[in-house]
């Protein structure tokens, strides 16, 4: 059962250290066992300067999350991306990263590259990125639990 969220009813909202156990949640669902966040590493990483939440809500219901950071010298990072199995393919996960991408923090200070490692399996994800801009940067083998490799993304022409 999902936790009691504050966001509004339907769009992208962002949030902070007190929806960590709703992150979690959502994270539980999206993700397989082996690569789940709990409630308190949300919590930990929301609290560090630069690192933001977000959450994607429809009719009230909670729908996906990004969770994002950005860091000195004009970098930024995707941590991770989901949206439950239920709403997919109805553009969450675009809605997600449209809204960090033309948030003030990604404006000024100018970030001028964003990397994210998503799996070679995750086809649709890579389609996804590919359509934002996102371009491979490298791969990480059998980085993910499942012995599958991470492909390293970049996004550079923000705008």
């Given at each position: 059962m ?20 709703l992150?979690?949640c959502?994270?539980?669902e999206i ?6 966040w709990?409630?308190?590493a949300?919590r930990e990483m ?6 933001q939440g ?9 729908t ?5 950071r ?20 109805r ?8 809204a ?6 990604v404006?000024?200070p100018?970030?001028e590259?964003i ?5 070679v ?12 801009g996102?371009?491979?940067a ?12 991470a ?7 923000l705008?």
């Amino acid at each position: 059962m999902m936790p009691e969220h504050e966001a509004g009813p339907t769009g992208v909202h962002e949030t902070g250290p007190s929806s960590a156990e709703l992150l979690a949640c959502l994270h539980a669902e999206i993700f397989p066992p082996a690569e789940r966040w709990q409630a308190q590493a949300f919590r930990e990483m929301l609290a560090v300067a630069g690192t933001q939440g977000w959450i994607s809500l429809v009719d009230g219901e909670p729908t996906g999350l990004l969770l994002t950071r950005l860091l000195p010298g004009g970098e930024g990072e995707i941590l991770t991306l989901g949206v439950r199995p239920a709403f997919r393919r109805r553009g969450q996960a675009s809605s997600l990263l449209q809204a960090f991408l033309v948030c003030p923090a990604v404006e000024a200070p100018k970030t001028e590259k964003i990397f994210l490692e998503v799996s070679v399996n995750n086809r649709a994800a890579l389609a996804l990125y590919g359509q934002l801009g996102f371009r491979q940067a490298g791969l990480r083998q059998a980085y993910y639990p499942d012995g599958s490799d991470a492909c390293v993304m970049c996004l550079e022409e923000l705008s």
